[in-house]
């Protein structure tokens, strides 16, 4: 079964993945691969990542496509060729298109990082903060075609401090996330 991971910047969630792959022997143990790292972006740090543990990258730059839908095409003809089991969305930061989503429904998992239902969108961790929350964290959920939303897969939980800024509180969840996406994929793709 192959995973091709989507990303847009550091690719934090996408290392903690490939890593899981490689120390609990997901080739051996459920016969996935991750196949290929796909970014929007040509400068994404992931894709330096990725390609030292030699694992295809592939760029496809929203920004030579007219239009949402033109991109959301040619993104999924490039991930087909990878013949994915599961397309897992990692910081990958584009909208995607009902006709996308529903190609690939019940195998497009995404993480977010709040406690869904609660903070859809951007700027989750200083939301989080605006509002008093004592605690805050991620969610790996199934993607559907209304954002963020979607069944819950896995979440963490942690603790929101009172000294917490935006930033401190977005290293508390990440390191939680690193946790749980892979968790999440690993028990999706065992059943
Ligand atoms: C994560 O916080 C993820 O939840 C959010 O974007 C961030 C991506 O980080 N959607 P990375 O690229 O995996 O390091």
């Known amino acids: ?9 550091g690719g934090s969630n996408m290392a903690a993945i490939v890593r899981a792959a490689q120390q609990q022997d997901w080739a ?10 796909i970014s929007n972006k040509a400068d ?9 543990q030699c694992i295809a990258t592939e760029v496809l730059d929203h920004k030579q496509f007219a239009s949402r839908e033109a991109f959301d095409t040619a993104l ?15 910081g990958f930061m584009r909208i995607l298109s009902p006709g996308f989503v529903a190609h690939y429904e019940g195998r497009l998992t995404n993480i977010h ?18 509002a008093g929350c004592k605690f805050a964290g991620a969610t790996v959920h199934l993607v559907t075609a209304e954002l963020d939303v979607g ?8 603790p929101v401090l ?15 996330e690193h946790l749980i996406y892979p968790r999440a994929i690993a028990n999706l793709l065992s059943k």
């Open 1 to 9: 079964k192959n995973i091709v991971i989507l990303i847009s910047g």
């Open 44 to 52: 994404a740090k992931g894709l330096e990542l990725a390609r030292a």
């Open 162 to 176: 009172p000294q917490d800024t935006a930033d401190t509180l977005a290293a508390r969840v990440l390191s939680q």
């Open 113 to 130: 990082p709040s406690l869904l239902p609660a903070f859809t969108g951007l700027h989750t961790h200083q939301r989080a903060i605006d």
């Open 151 to 158: 069944p819950i897969l896995d979440q963490a939980v942690v």
């Open 76 to 90: 999924a003809a490039l991930i087909d060729q990878y013949d994915p089991a599961l397309v897992v969305l990692a």
């Open 28 to 37: 051996q143990r459920l016969g996935v691969r991750v196949a290929a790292v």
